[in-house]
């Protein structure tokens, strides 16, 4: 009964270093979009994934990759980390008959 | 665009004491608006989906009502328990998919 799992927690980087945030969802959904959420400026949607196989870019993908692995995992990479990329990161999946999102616990990023 | 302005950013009461947040809105083909609640370190949790004008959700001390325009969340006799941050979400279809774009958000505090 997991739900939406997010991995790791909490991250320090360095400036121009590398990451995967990993995200794996136990209900089925077809639908599994990545948000940031900054202070005062709510959740804003980076890369989303209606299907397996397939991904589009949200409000703010610049600097982000994603892929959609299976129909469970998706996961968002920061090829080379800047200090604006610093925030708390959450992977949601979608029921598809409500279109309630399902959100992991959030992973912390902070790079220096 | 989608836009979701959610009022007011904050909001301080009294245990007991019942007032609304507001979620005004606007949206080209809505597909349901959603409020989350989301406590300090954790994902956001739904509530409620309400799909049409005029319809009207409730649990517990929570009720939420949707016009063409806007949505607001009644809360009744608030406990100090019902301290969180309380996001609106709008869903709208594009292109088969379903983006859903969330409002900043109101930070509430009960007191006791």
């Known amino acids: 009964n997991a739900g939406v799992t997010q991995t790791p927690k909490f991250q320090v980087l360095k400036t121009g270093q590398s990451m995967t945030l990993q995200c794996a969802q136990d209900m089925n959904h077809n639908s599994m979009y990545w948000y940031r959420q900054d202070p005062g400026m709510g959740l804003r949607l980076i890369y989303y994934?209606?299907?397996?196989?397939?991904?589009d870019k949200g409000e703010v993908p610049n600097g982000y990759n994603v892929s959609r692995l299976n129909k469970r995992e998706f996961s968002l990479r920061l090829e080379s980390a800047a200090p604006s990329q610093t925030s708390v990161y959450f992977c949601?999946?979608?029921?598809?008959?409500?279109?309630?999102?399902?959100f992991g616990e959030g992973s912390r990023l902070t790079v220096l | 665009e989608d836009q979701v302005t959610q009022s007011p950013e904050a909001l301080r009461l009294q245990e007991g004491e019942s007032s609304s947040l507001n979620c005004s809105y606007t949206?080209?083909?809505?597909?349901?608006l959603f409020w989350y609640r989301q406590d300090p370190g954790k994902g956001p949790e739904f509530l409620f989906t309400?799909?049409?004008a005029g319809e009207e959700k409730e649990k517990e001390r929570l009720k939420a009502t949707l016009t063409k325009k806007e949505s607001f969340l009644h809360i009744t006799a608030p406990k100090p328990e019902d301290s969180a941050t309380y996001l609106c979400?709008?869903?709208?279809?594009?292109?088969?998919?379903?983006?859903?774009?969330f409002g900043r958000g109101t930070s509430l505090i009960v007191h006791p």
């Open positions: 949601a999946s979608r029921k598809r008959d409500t279109g309630e999102l399902f």
């Open positions: 994934s209606a299907s397996e196989g397939t991904t």
């Open positions: 309400l799909y049409s």
């Open positions: 949206v080209s083909g809505l597909r349901g």
């Open positions: 979400a709008v869903q709208a279809a594009s292109g088969g998919s379903y983006i859903p774009t």
